[in-house]
Nanobody, 125 residues
Framework: QVQLVESGGGLVQAGGSLRLSCAAS????????MGWFRQAPEKEREFVAA????????YYGDSVKGRFTISRDNAKNTVYLQMNSLKPEDTAVYYC??????????????????WGQGTQVTVSS
């Protein structure tokens, strides 16, 4: 089992920045690729970003490329999502997730084994 706890969400004005954190406990954090997803009201859960176990490769959804950066610190069992140039359409609940898979499969939410409870991000115009 892996327990995931997100933090860092909040209210920010358009153009601002936030950094989300996801702390993991339980089984070896470095054994898992990590991803961030988001879900806005009445919308499907959407892929945001993912990072492989070593941190050497990252993937991003088209809507966040160039604005968001995913990173991880395996010594701290934590994955981060730095969000810059935020837009009102980034408003959503953001979830981190852990997967035993790797590669391009990480864009699919179905490959993730564990999920956090989510943290709300609201971007005002």
């Amino acid at each position: 089992q892996v327990q995931l706890v997100e933090s860092g969400g909040g209210l920010v004005q358009a153009g601002g920045s936030l950094r989300l954190s996801c702390a993991a406990s339980g089984r070896t954090f470095s054994s898992y690729a990590m991803g961030w997803f988001r879900q806005a009201p009445e919308k499907e859960r959407e892929f945001v970003a993912a990072i492989i176990r070593s941190g050497g490769t990252t993937y991003y959804g088209d809507s966040v490329k160039g604005r968001f950066t995913i990173s991880r610190d395996n010594a701290k069992n934590t994955v981060y999502l730095q969000m810059n140039s935020l837009k009102p359409e980034d408003t959503a609940v953001y979830y981190c997730a852990a997967s035993g898979r790797t590669g391009i499969h990480l864009l699919r939410r179905t490959v993730y084994d564990y999920w956090g409870q989510g943290t709300q991000v609201t971007v005002s115009s």
